[in-house]
């Protein structure tokens, strides 16, 4: 056939698994790759799942000939130069009104300058963040789409048909210019913070209360019967049982502990640092990345810096796993607090228009992050659609109240034991800093002012003042 109703630029896994979702929701769709192996692979991949209306091309001119006009491209290829160089090699080809989709995780700037390159060429352009991972391309995932509204307009019932259904299609239009890849970035920082603060869960009640692996599984599954319900912790559960064929031994003990990151969570902490916004849970998360990707530099500093003894068992073992199971969830809502308030700055300043109740809605399915706990923050946005802080909502206020004994009880016993939380505890810094009404920046201020003459304010009178603080 040589009309397909869309196009897949990127057969990867990623590529290949949404063009057979779309040709299972009834959407012919072509594949094209740079590189005849996955082309091949795609093709064998359709034949084995029976899918009719797909078809690879290893001629990228083949490719944007078979496809009904005005075209429709998405593309699925590593975020930066690659979508560059692989818009510029497409362009020749195209027409008036033809449209591309950047479903990568590509940074939000990047998207902004090549709609408006692609404009002067009368090409629609608009990026959209999709998240789900490879089961998510095939079977359903979260899409977050943003730019050309009209673009979007046309893609709109395909895309529902293929998202994940939760509350219906996990999809929504999240506003003009960059604003898809941003809602996808900070859901990616939100993603790194609940991995960091699950890892430090683990991490507690391994060394400080010697749980196995088979019970760090069973806990982490009784967890997601409860409201730490999510995929997160439903994968954590599994990798626990998980055994090595090599070995023999639990797969987690075989693994090396250095993380590795493919940027969209530095992007978060690099925007909210541009915004103001703070973000300390999703920012350790980043650094924890960091601090584990460095073996050598730990190894020798191991040898060195002296801590506490580290004894596992030492503690009651039921009560640590209960205030553990406090202090992930209270930190974990700091941490969705804090990229909710960067969603709303970012579309505050760039006039993005972006609803936080149904970005809440669209994450309960299909996505990496998808909870029971969205649910509660889509009802707090329900509630009170300006809410300034998501931990002011009335249940999350009465949530931590509840949660902070054990949240303050396992950062105190993990600090004193030396095992990091850096998640836990700088989540637990910003709940304390969010309630203290005053902080000690007085003496920050007194400070810029001595060295700088950079000014302060006084609590008894309006104005600037300056202070010649080394005059007798
Ligand atoms: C998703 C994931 C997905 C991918 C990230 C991982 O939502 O499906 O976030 O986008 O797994 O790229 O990012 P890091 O490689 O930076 O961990």
């Known amino acids: 056939m040589s009309d397909y109703e869309v196009g897949m630029v990127g057969l990867g896994v990623m590529g290949q698994n949404l063009a057979l979702n779309l040709d299972e929701k009834g959407f012919s769709c072509a594949g094209w790759d740079a590189w005849p192996e996955p ?127 939760v509350d219906g299609p996990c999809v929504t239009y999240c506003g003009p210019g960059g604003a898809g890849h941003y809602v996808k970035m900070v859901h990616n920082g939100i993603e790194y913070a609940d991995m960091q603060l699950i890892a430090e869960a683990y991490d507690v009640m391994k060394t400080l209360g010697g749980l196995t692996n088979a019970e760090l599984a069973d806990t982490f599954s009784e967890w997601n019967a409860g409201e730490l319900q999510s995929f997160l912790i439903e994968i954590t559960a599994n990798i626990f049982r998980k055994k090595d064929p090599e070995t023999g031994n639990d797969l987690i003990d075989m693994i090396v502990d250095a993380a590795a990151a493919k940027g969209t969570g530095k992007w978060t902490v690099q925007d909210a640092a541009e915004l103001g916004v703070p973000v300390p849970a999703i920012a350790s998360s980043v650094e924890a990345r960091i601090l584990s990707a460095d073996r050598k530099g730990r190894a020798s500093a191991s040898k060195l810096l002296v801590g506490p003894a580290m004894r596992a068992g030492s503690t009651d073992k039921k009560a640590l796993i209960a205030e553990v199971r406090a202090a992930l969830y209270a930190a974990k809502a700091c941490s969705y607090a804090q990229g909710m308030n960067l969603l709303r700055a970012a579309s505050n300043t760039r006039a993005w228009g972006i609803n936080l109740g149904e970005l809440a809605r669209i994450w309960k399915g299909g996505c990496i992050i998808r909870a029971q706990f969205l649910g509660r923050i889509k009802d707090a946005y329900d509630r009170d659609p300006a809410l300034g802080n998501l931990l002011l909502d009335a249940d999350f206020q009465r949530e931590l109240a509840e949660r902070q004994r054990g949240w303050r009880s396992t950062v105190v016993q993990a600090t004193l034991a030396g095992v990091p939380v850096t998640a836990m505890s700088g989540s637990l810094g910003y709940y304390d800093s969010l309630r203290r009404e005053r902080l000690p920046a007085n003496l920050t201020q007194a400070q810029r002012d001595y060295f700088g003459a950079h000014t302060y304010e006084r609590i008894d009178k309006p104005g600037s003042f300056h202070t010649e603080w080394s005059a007798k």
């Not at 990228?60 to 692989?86: H, N, Y």
């Not at 700037?109 to 692609?118: D, F, I, P, S, V």
């Open 39 to 165: 082309v091949d692979k795609f093709d064998a991949k359709a034949e084995r799942e029976g899918a009719t209306n797909v078809k690879g091309f290893k001629e990228l001119k083949d490719f944007v000939a078979s496809l009904r006009r005005p075209r429709r491209i998405i593309l699925l290829v590593k975020a930066g130069e690659v979508v560059d160089k692989t818009l510029a090699a497409l362009l020749p080809l195209l027409s008036k009104d033809d449209m591309i989709v950047d479903a990568g995780n590509e940074f939000f700037q990047n998207t902004e300058r090549r709609a408006k390159e692609l404009a002067l060429h009368e090409i629609r352009f608009f990026g959209m963040g999709v998240s789900g991972g490879e089961e998510g391309a095939r079977h359903g995932p979260s899409m977050m789409p943003g730019g050309d509204r009209a673009g979007y307009d046309a893609m709109a019932p395909m895309l529902k048909k293929v998202a994940a259904q």
